[in-house]
């Protein structure tokens, strides 16, 4: 399985049940890496020269970077 980083937004929440009680609800959010990748996306979008074709390429790209900027960010 791929090295993920963890999460990057978790949260709880506490809900009514509806009958006066409460429920803690947990997400995980998106992972680290989802958001590194997403990131680099954005940047490499914003490329005026960039292609516009070829997603695939594109979205392989960013999360080639994800992984470089994760795998620099465990060194520290």
Known sequence: MKYTGGPAFPYEIDLPNGDGSEATHYSM????????????????????????????????????????????RSKT
Do not use: S
């Not at 958001?35 to 516009?52: D, N, S, V």
């Open 29 to 72: 959010g998106m992972t680290l890496r989802d958001y590194f990748a997403a990131k680099a996306m954005q940047g490499y979008l914003r490329w005026p020269e960039a292609p516009t074709h070829g997603e695939a390429l594109i979205a392989d790209c960013a999360y080639t970077m994800a992984d470089a900027m994760l795998a620099e």
